[in-house]
């Protein structure tokens, strides 16, 4: 006989729940070679929203997993996302299936879920249950020891960096034009930006923006992670604009950026099915190193 966990779910973690979650996370980190939680979901544990539950299993007082399910409204279709991960120790024990059924029964529509890595598991679990792949996104990575092109920018555009307290608000319509139709990118708000902004990975001088007449245009923007490794974190052109070599001419400054910083290597996150930017990535000398699906509810 299987002997269940005990499951309890709350939109508002303890600083103590918190910590035992940052925790199991980098158990399974280190056990996976991979967070099994994006950005996303580690802001929402450290930054309650009413919209966003979360899932804590455990058994004789022992914390064996956490699942997140985020159902905060968005345009077009409504959905929801959730995210969970196991701890090492406590795998095979049927957790993973008792955390995934129970964010099922509290979605509102169908279950999307995020299988970081794709692993074996991963994939057997949503088998189980019934789910379907929904969405690819691809784990590229580069070395910087390969040469970065040097590409000009268009006649007329001016690259600067960002400056907080001046350019939220212009950023933020250029990203939702670039990114229209984005189920996570084209949805970001001004209380998203200002969580990121507060982070301690931002850097301004790290964030560039194409200027034409005044208006921005394009955007890198690169984060800076630990070990030696930086990130293509969002790279986006008006849609007006593209074409002319911007978006080229914004990876090289970026990725200039992160090696005169000493990162030895850079990544970055694509979907799958975009064919274009898969290319632009590939021609720079870009990888696949991994993948990360969603599985959807049918």
Same mark, same amino acid.
């Given at each position: 006989?299987? +002997? /269940? $966990?005990?499951?309890?779910?709350?939109?508002?973690?303890?600083?103590?729940?918190?910590?035992?979650?940052?925790?199991?996370?980098?158990?399974?980190?280190?056990?996976?070679?991979?967070?099994? #939680?994006?950005?996303?979901?580690?802001?929402?544990?450290?930054?309650?929203?009413?919209?966003?539950?979360?899932?804590?299993?455990?058994?004789?007082?022992?914390?064996? &997993?956490?699942?997140?399910?985020?159902?905060?409204?968005?345009?077009?279709?409504?959905?929801?996302?959730?995210?969970?991960?196991? /701890?090492?120790? =406590?795998?095979? =024990?049927?957790?993973?299936?008792?955390?995934?059924?129970?964010?099922?029964?509290?979605?509102?529509?169908?279950?999307?879920?995020?299988?970081? &890595?794709?692993?074996?598991?991963?994939?057997?679990?949503?088998?189980?249950? &019934?789910?379907?792949?929904?969405?690819?996104?691809?784990?590229?990575?580069?070395?910087?020891?390969?040469?970065?092109?040097?590409?000009?920018?268009?006649? @007329?555009? +001016?690259?600067?960096? %960002?400056?907080?307290?001046?350019?939220?608000?212009?950023? #933020?319509?250029?990203?939702?034009?670039?990114?229209? @139709? /984005? $189920?996570?990118?084209?949805?970001?708000?001004?209380?998203?930006?200002?969580?990121?902004?507060?982070?301690?990975?931002?850097?301004?001088? @790290? %964030? %560039?923006?194409?200027?034409?007449?005044?208006?921005?245009?394009?955007?890198?923007?690169?984060?800076?992670?630990?070990?030696?490794?930086?990130?293509?974190?969002?790279? @986006?052109?008006?849609?007006?604009?593209? &074409?002319?070599?911007?978006?080229?001419?914004? #990876?090289?400054?970026?990725?200039?950026?992160?090696?005169?910083?000493?990162?030895?290597?850079?990544? #970055?996150?694509?979907?799958?099915? /975009?064919?274009?930017?898969?290319?632009?990535?590939?021609?720079?000398?870009?990888?696949?190193? =991994?993948?990360?699906?969603?599985?959807?509810?049918?």
């Amino acid at each position: 006989m299987i +002997d /269940h $966990p005990s499951l309890t779910t709350t939109t508002r973690l303890s600083p103590d729940e918190v910590d035992a979650v940052v925790t199991l996370v980098a158990a399974a980190s280190a056990e996976d070679g991979f967070s099994a #939680l994006n950005e996303a979901a580690l802001l929402h544990l450290r930054h309650p929203r009413p919209e966003v539950q979360h899932l804590l299993a455990s058994r004789a007082g022992h914390r064996m &997993g956490y699942a997140q399910l985020d159902q905060t409204p968005t345009t077009g279709t409504p959905s929801s996302v959730g995210l969970l991960v196991v /701890h090492p120790g =406590s795998r095979r =024990s049927g957790v993973g299936t008792a955390l995934l059924t129970e964010l099922i029964a509290r979605s509102s529509v169908p279950l999307q879920i995020w299988a970081m &890595g794709n692993s074996p598991a991963a994939q057997a679990l949503a088998a189980r249950l &019934g789910l379907r792949v929904a969405r690819e996104l691809l784990v590229m990575t580069r070395q910087l020891a390969q040469p970065v092109p040097e590409v000009p920018v268009p006649p @007329g555009v +001016d690259l600067r960096t %960002f400056v907080v307290g001046q350019d939220e608000d212009a950023w #933020l319509r250029l990203n939702a034009r670039a990114f229209r @139709g /984005h $189920p996570e990118q084209g949805q970001l708000t001004r209380a998203d930006l200002n969580e990121r902004i507060a982070q301690e990975w931002f850097d301004a001088a @790290g %964030f %560039f923006l194409a200027v034409r007449d005044q208006t921005l245009v394009g955007f890198h923007w690169t984060k800076q992670h630990g070990d030696a490794l930086g990130e293509v974190y969002v790279l @986006g052109v008006d849609p007006d604009v593209g &074409g002319h070599g911007l978006g080229k001419a914004l #990876l090289s400054r970026g990725l200039a950026h992160l090696r005169e910083r000493g990162n030895s290597t850079v990544e #970055l996150y694509v979907e799958a099915h /975009h064919a274009r930017a898969v290319g632009l990535y590939r021609s720079y000398g870009f990888k696949v190193a =991994s993948r990360d699906v969603m599985y959807a509810q049918p």
